[in-house]
């Protein structure tokens, strides 16, 4: 078994920052409305303290120990702990109902179970009579009331662990890290699936050091660089991003509240982080509503000072120097309107990435416009993340950029993506036939369609088992029209309808704040977001944008009738999953009557 991934374990790279950057900033935290700072050193007694009261507990190499909670300190010190145990660690989602978290508590064989707050405490509570396997629960936070113990289990707090009581366990401790396995698991995550049972994806070392190591090659980060954590770490995205920053010295700033996620890009101020296209929608979709109600001026402004962005990303793009005029217009357009939309986002970004979703082109230009690089990527939990992206010499605006260096991707049957790479997964946990079933010849099936273009840049077009056909006969990908429907500022959630229907039609969340500024200056009446969606004439404008926008689309994939709803897709009500993509089943279930009133409407 080759070896040449062995410097680029998660244990030695961590162990390596440790040892060398002890007094430096490894991680921000908010503690009451405050953002703070811990060091590697501080770090490091931590995760050793915690190590070792895990030892104490029994916790052996390979066994599983869950993480129930949202984004926080701890859930990064627990699972820091875990690496150097050599254990694995099993992410649940916050978000999870009782059912699914007893299932995975199940399915894994956890023992011990981590939760953050009081909501996941209760649940795991309320699961602990059907799961054989689980004895310890603890608590992440000192808020969590744990009166309420079921005496069939151990309940303990994060606080019972931080302890030196335990470090006699210190050289079995460093006795486990000094013979890393890259063939070990390093992590389970159950993919939270828009149909079906979750399975769990067996991710190991041999995956995570070739992620760091060809990352280093492709988005290299200097020491002490400081990136925005805010999607879930439950999710590969923001684990695998979080790690490698770690493994590079750099520094993390963990959010709580991903709502909050532009309040915190002023706060912070990070110069690099990863986030999916729906806070780059949202951004465009706020600045474009303001400059669509803004004066005549301001908008010959606005788009003045785009284009003379655009220019110098295209010189950048191209090898090639301004002259002196040019960068003089830029220094004016930046003054005027590209500085100030670069503040807006805290002022430092150097670059951010994009994943988990398809990136809408003129959405990813508008970012490369302003100076802010969008490397757009593409992957999935089963390739450790990243399978392909953008890099900073080499950007496209279209497309999901170029294969990772020692990542072989080629186009399959029906255009399907297929992967072959140390990042690919060891399989689904406890399904060897669904394992079988996800390769061919050795290549991750990843059931996604899509093409490389002349450049090499890969171009997914839509999931594979997501194509709808409607009643003439026609494939609708979804993912391709809600795109574009989205650039539409008033619409801020869409779910495309056309399954065996003989048209298009679309469920729409209209972004409600700018929705009733329109429906205030039209003079309409309206007592709340119920019956500002039911007025004909909110329908009629909203429909009207989006008819504006596409003529790029073929007529049998335009919308031709809409529904506006009063409340957004919600993950409580089982309408996305963790990480916000649509489930079209439960949503079709849902909004059947709307769904049905819009076929039987004259169009």
């Known amino acids: 078994m080759p070896t040449s991934l062995n410097p680029f374990h998660l244990s030695r790279l961590i162990q390596k920052q440790i040892a060398e950057r002890p007094n430096e900033p490894v991680l921000q935290y908010q503690h009451q409305a405050q953002w703070r700072t811990l060091t590697w050193s501080e770090l490091a007694k931590q995760i050793n303290q915690l190590a070792c009261s895990l030892l104490e507990l029994g916790v052996k190499v390979q066994d599983r120990v869950g993480i129930f909670s949202a984004n926080s300190l701890a859930w ?35 023992s011990i179970l981590f939760v953050g707050d009081q909501e996941q405490y209760n649940k795991a509570l309320a699961v602990a009579a059907e799961c054989p396997t689980l004895t310890t629960v603890v608590a992440m936070s000192d808020a969590i009331d744990v009166d309420a113990a079921s005496t069939s289990l151990t309940v303990l ?45 067996m991710l190991n ?73 729906r806070l780059f929608e949202k951004v465009h979709g706020a600045v474009m509503g303001k400059v669509q109600s803004a004066p005549w001026h301001k908008r010959l402004i606005f788009a003045w ?32 309107v590209l500085g100030k939309l670069r503040e807006a986002l805290g002022g430092n970004l150097l670059f951010m990435s994009a994943g988990g979703a398809r990136l809408d082109d003129k959405v990813n230009a508008f970012f490369q416009y302003i100076g802010i690089p969008v490397l757009a990527g593409y992957g999935a939990t089963e390739t450790t993340a990243t399978a392909t992206c953008n890099r900073l010499d080499r950007i496209a605006t279209s497309g999901v950029g170029l294969p990772l260096p020692d990542l072989q991707l080629r186009i399959g049957e029906d255009d399907e993506v297929l992967v072959k790479a140390d990042t690919v997964m060891a399989g689904y946990y406890n399904r060897p036939e ?5 390769f061919v010849d050795g290549w991750y099936k ?53 399954d065996s229907r003989n048209f298009v039609s679309a469920l729409i969340v209209p972004n409600f704040e700018l929705l009733t500024e329109w429906a205030t200056a039209q003079g309409l009446s309206f007592g709340s977001d119920h019956e500002l969606v039911s007025l004909p004439e909110a329908q009629a404008e909203i429909q009207q944008r989006i008819d504006a926008l596409q003529t ?47 076929y039987h409407r004259k169009h």
């Open 76 to 110: 990064v010190q627990t699972d820091l702990a875990l690496l150097q145990l050599r254990a694995v660690s099993v992410p649940i989602y916050s978000t999870n109902t009782e059912e699914q978290t007893g299932y995975i508590v199940n399915d894994a064989g956890i």
């Open 434 to 438: 669904d394992t079988a079933a996800a």
């Open 205 to 277: 070392h041999r995956n995570f050091a070739a992620l760091v190591q060809q990352h280093q090659q492709v988005v290299p980060v200097k020491p002490g660089t400081l990136s925005l954590s805010f999607l879930p770490l439950s999710h590969v995205y923001e684990r695998g991003w979080s790690l490698y920053m770690l493994c590079s010295g750099g520094c993390n700033a963990y959010l709580n509240d991903p709502a909050a996620v532009q309040q915190a890009l002023v706060e912070v101020k990070p110069q690099v982080m990863c986030a999916v296209p």
């Open 305 to 336: 000072s785009l284009r003379q962005g655009r220019r110098q990303f295209q010189a950048d793009q191209a090898g090639r120097k301004r002259a002196g005029i040019s960068a003089w217009y830029l220094r004016i357009a930046d003054k005027l």
């Open 157 to 201: 707090t994060l606080s019972d662990l931080f302890t030196d009581a335990h470090l006699q366990h210190l050289n079995t401790l460093r006795t486990l890290q000094q013979s890393p396995d890259l063939e070990e698991l390093f992590t389970l995550i159950y993919t939270s699936g828009t149909t079906g049972e979750p399975k769990g994806v």
């Open 446 to 498: 990843t059931g996604d369609a899509g093409y490389l273009d002349n450049d090499g840049f890969l171009h997914i077009t839509d999931r594979i088992k997501e194509l709808m056909k409607t009643s003439n006969g026609k494939y609708i990908a979804p993912q391709r029209v809600e795109g574009v429907v989205t650039l539409e500022p008033m619409v801020e959630q869409v779910a495309i309808i056309a």
């Open 552 to 598: 790029d689309l073929a007529r049998y994939e335009r919308v031709k009738q809409i529904c506006l709803l009063p409340r957004p897709f919600s993950m409580d009500k089982g309408e996305l999953t963790p990480t916000l993509k649509l489930r079209r089943k439960v949503i079709g279930e849902v909004f059947a009557k709307e769904i049905e009133a819009m």
